[in-house]
Structure formats: structure tokens, C-alpha cells
């Protein structure tokens, strides 16, 4: 099938023309930094507003670059949830718009399932059920897939998110928004012993993930008299965090003993060191590690539109009075947790 997706559910407006033959037609992604930094995060009415710009001349241009009419999709797929709402709602009124006006069939699709099924996108030979390591701005979470639509929630976070550890250290160090990407350059010159950092819950026999006491001790570690130097607090926050990670999903991978693939996905897998870490692991349980090119681990519309390829496969579409679901959980039998967010 011939899918139209469309994402719009934080601060990227995207669209994206993706096949059952895993070819993307063509993609576009129209990022709001500039928009946003001034406030040091994204504020979600100026989002919502840039999304209703943005997004129909981005469907535009992908329709015309491919060479597609509407008329020759087969279905339009778009994020309902969880993330912003009023960028949410923009991008799902336009899909139900756009399936309402060529006759095809609308694919509510979840954001967080978008991620989880990106590397399906990329690799070809992925089966299911792999273990899901799903790492963004807004979630941490270990996931076991057992199938489109089938989605075991075995650990996530008690507070923040990874990525947003990564952009709040980030902002305490001064390196702007968004915070990751500065902050895993910086690293690179850095020392990753020279700051002692904590690592909440390793070693741990709950489940969960913790980095707001990490996050903190780099707040305090940067107030000190005598500060260290930024890169060596940046190397040293990005071996805490790695070592957080690499911890929780081993934990995981040890129950897991039917996953085919170790997977990672989210803005925070396209972190370089974060991936050998990853790596080594899945290697550790004789397992490949499965990550998407760094294009389709932050967001875009290209994993929303394969979403909708596996979705429309299994005759899974939407009425056209679909909601938009701020909060949206993949496992809706995940017991919730203090402070994790969808
Ligand atoms: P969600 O998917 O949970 O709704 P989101 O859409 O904001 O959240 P993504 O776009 O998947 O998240 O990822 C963005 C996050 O990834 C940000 O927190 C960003 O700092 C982080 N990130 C991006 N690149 C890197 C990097 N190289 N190292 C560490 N973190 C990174
Ligand atoms: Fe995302």
C-alpha cells in the first residue's frame, strides 16, 4: 500500500509517502528550534500555530515531489496522540481532511508506535517479538513487541525522560536547545570519569528508569565554586546516562528470552555513544542491535506512514471522528507510575 503520513505531535511538522516495499517516496521535516529557543523548550501554542502553517504545503510538496496525486494513496496516516495537543489536533484534523477528500480510509496512528515500529522500516529482516528500547524527549520505556498493536510495557521512567536529562543538563551548561545533540559533541572532548554522577536504579530489582536525580547532581556539580570544565560534565552526564540505560534493559533482555532483536529508537538513539553501548550489550545475549538511521529516530512522518502500512495490512483504520489523545499509552495494561508520562 501506498500510505500518506503526517506527524505534528511536539515541535516537528512532517510529511512522508511510504510503500509496503519500505521505499519513502519522499519526506519532509520542518523543525521549530528557532521558534523555541528563546524559552529554552517548546511552547505549545507557538508549536500548534507553526503546525497549521507548515503542514499543508509540507503534504504539497512530498505529493508533488513523488510524483503522487491524492488520489493515489491508499490510505492517510496520521498521529493522534500522545504529545501536544494543539499540534496533535492540527496534524489529525488535516489527515481526516485529506482521507476525507480522496475517498481513502484514515489511520489514527500512535506516536509512540511510530517509533517502536521504525526499525521494521529501516531493516527488513527485523521479526517480532523484539525487546524496545524507546528513548525520546518525552519517553523512556522497555517494550516488549510481540506484533503490530501488541506491545508489553516492562519498565519507564519515574520522572524524566532521557532526553529530556540530556536537554536540561544541556540548558544548565548554557548549550542551547535542543540540548542533546550539543551535549553528545561536547562529550566527545570531555572526560567521562572526571565528575562522580549517579546512576538511579541501577542495580535495582524494580524495573523503572530515574534520571532527575542525575540531572541534579549536574546542576549541583556546575553550581560548585570550582566547576569542572563543560566538556568533562558533559562526557561524565552521558556515561551516567548510558550506564543507566545499558542497566534497566539488561535487566529486561535477561526476561525477554524470546526476543529475536534488541531494538533502540527515539531522538536519544541517535547518540553515537549511547549506540556502542547498545551494542555491546545486545552482543552480551547474542543478539543483533536493530537502530533506525539517525533521520527516522528523532521525529519525522516517514515512521508514521510505515505505522500506517503495517496498520492498513491488517485492515486497521479509523472512523473519521477519531480522537486526539494527549496521553495515549502503547501497553494500556502498563500499571501507571509516578511521574511517567503517557
Ligand atoms: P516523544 O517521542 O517522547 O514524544 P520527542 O518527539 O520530543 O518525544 P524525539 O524527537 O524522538 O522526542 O527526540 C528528541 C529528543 O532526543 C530530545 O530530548 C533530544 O535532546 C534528544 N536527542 C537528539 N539527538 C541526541 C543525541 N545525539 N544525544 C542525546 N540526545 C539526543
Ligand atoms: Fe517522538
Redesign the pocket.
Given at each position: 500500500p501506498l500510505i500518506l503520513g503526517l506527524e505534528s505531535?511536539?515541535?516537528?511538522t512532517a510529511a512522508a509517502l511510504v510503500d509496503g516495499e519500505r521505499n519513502i517516496l519522499a519526506q519532509r521535516v520542518t523543525g521549530q528550534n528557532d521558534e523555541h529557543a528563546p524559552y529554552g523548550g517548546?511552547v505549545p501554542e507557538i508549536a500548534a500555530r507553526a503546525h497549521s502553517e507548515r503542514l499543508t504545503p509540507l503534504v504539497e510538496a512530498v505529493l508533488e515531489e513523488a510524483g503522487i496525486a491524492l488520489a493515489d494513496v491508499d490510505a492517510v496516516a496520521a498521529t493522534a496522540g500522545?504529545?501536544l495537543i494543539g499540534g496533535v489536533m492540527v496534524g489529525l484534523v488535516t489527515g481526516k481532511a485529506l482521507a476525507f477528500a480522496s475517498g481513502r480510509p484514515l489511520i489514527a496512528v500512535n506516536?509512540?508506535e511510530g517509533?517502536a515500529l521504525s526499525p521494521r522500516l529501516a531493516d527488513e529482516t527485523l521479526a517480532f517479538p523484539y525487546l524496545l528500547l524507546?528513548?525520546?524527549?518525552?519517553?523512556t520505556q522497555l517494550l516488549f513487541v510481540e506484533g503490530v498493536g501488541k506491545y508489553r510495557r516492562l519498565a519507564t521512567t519515574i520522572d524524566d525522560?532521557?532526553?529530556?536529562a540530556?536537554?536540561k543538563s544541556?540548558k544548565i551548561m548554557g548549550l542551547g536547545y535542543?540540548?542533546?545533540?550539543a551535549?553528545?559533541?561536547l562529550a566527545k572532548t570531555g572526560d567521562p570519569r572526571a565528575v562522580p554522577l549517579p546512576r538511579p536504579l541501577t542495580g535495582s530489582d524494580e524495573p523503572h528508569f530515574s534520571f532527575a536525580g542525575l540531572k541534579s547532581a549536574v546542576l549541583r556539580a556546575w553550581q560548585q565554586d570550582d566547576p569542572p570544565a563543560a566538556a568533562d560534565l558533559a562526557a561524565s552526564f552521558?556515561a551516567a546516562?548510558t550506564d543507566c540505560l545499558v542497566d534497566r534493559s539488561r535487566r529486561a533482555l535477561v526476561r525477554v528470552p524470546e526476543a529475536t532483536a534488541f531494538v533502540v529508537?527515539?531522538?536519544?538513539?541517535?547518540?553515537?555513544?549511547?549506540r556502542a553501548a547498545l551494542k555491546a550489550l545486545a552482543a552480551e545475549f547474542g543478539l543483533p542491535l536493530v537502530a533506525p538511521p539517525?533521520a527516522l529516530?528523532?521525529?519525522n512522518a516517514a515512521m508514521i506512514a510505515w505505522a500506517g502500512v503495517e496498520r492498513f495490512r491488517l485492515g486497521l483504520t479509523d472512523p473519521l471522528d477519531a480522537p486526539a489523545r494527549p496521553r495515549w499509552p502503547l501497553d494500556p495494561d502498563a500499571e501507571t507510575v509516578r511521574g511517567a508520562?503517557?
Open positions: 505531535s511536539c515541535d516537528d517548546v500522545p504529545g506516536h509512540l517509533h524507546l528513548v525520546s524527549g518525552g519517553h525522560a532521557a532526553g529530556e540530556f536537554d544541556a535542543p540540548g542533546g545533540p551535549l553528545e559533541a552521558q546516562a529508537a527515539g531522538g536519544v538513539a541517535a547518540n553515537g555513544a549511547i539517525m529516530c528523532t521525529d508520562g503517557a
